[in-house]
């Protein structure tokens, strides 16, 4: 971490500068125990800082890396976008078009209000199987703590009945409509882009 290279060498300069005062001063004087003191704090930050390990997605509570509960906390909510269907999304774009570098938002949208999360998009965008806006809705203000309350008060609900497609009717067509949003669907996609409703083929 430079800024931490920078602070131990800017306090080793400090210390320096206080020893080698120091062989000048007489050694009695009160300066000169202040002076001793002062070089004695320095070092002893130093060594303070050389033990301490930068915090990284490797650092671990002895049981998980931050890493690993990143990448469950990933799984574990794709599994609760796909039993929600109908009220979940993504976006790689904020409601007014910013996004972090490789990333993307993807939300639900609960009774108490929004519960969402960001994403690296590699290699996470495939893993949330949900409709997808340009846009996503605006931040209702929800904080982390919120969100997982949102979350944990949701109620096991039924499947959804998936949209049954026939495309047998016409082998020849690209594009089929929803019969619940109306919205145009593609050959063997498999939820619609607008309602979130799966989409059962035959």
């Not at 990933?74 to 599994?79: G, M, P, Q, R």
């Not at 796909?82 to 976006?91: E, T």
């Not at 290699?123 to 929800?142: I, S, T």
Request: negative net charge; aromatic residues 12%.
């Amino acid at each position: 971490m430079p800024d931490r290279e920078k602070v131990i060498k800017g306090l080793g300069d400090i210390s320096a500068y206080f020893r080698s005062t120091l062989d000048a001063m007489i050694g009695g004087t009160l300066a000169c125990k202040l002076f001793r003191v002062y070089a004695e704090t320095a070092e002893s930050a130093i060594a303070l800082l050389k033990a301490w390990e930068p915090i990284t997605g490797e650092t671990s509570d002895g049981y998980h890396t931050f890493n690993e509960l990143y990448h469950h906390r990933a799984v574990l909510f794709s599994v609760i976008v796909a039993n929600y269907p109908d009220r979940a999304w993504k976006s790689k774009r904020h409601h007014d078009g910013t996004m972090y570098d490789n990333m993307f938002i993807v939300g639900i949208d609960t009774p108490d209000g929004q519960a969402t999360y960001h994403y690296d998009i590699d290699p996470y965008w495939d893993m949330f199987k949900c409709r997808v806006l340009d846009n996503a809705p605006e931040w209702d203000g929800h904080t982390p703590a919120q969100a997982i309350e949102r979350i944990g008060k949701l109620k096991a609900q039924e499947p959804v009945v998936p949209i049954r497609m026939n495309h047998n009717e016409n082998k020849y067509r690209d594009h089929y409509r929803c019969p619940v949003c109306d919205d145009d669907l593609t050959y063997e996609q498999q939820y619609c882009a607008e309602c979130g409703r799966a989409v059962k083929w035959e």
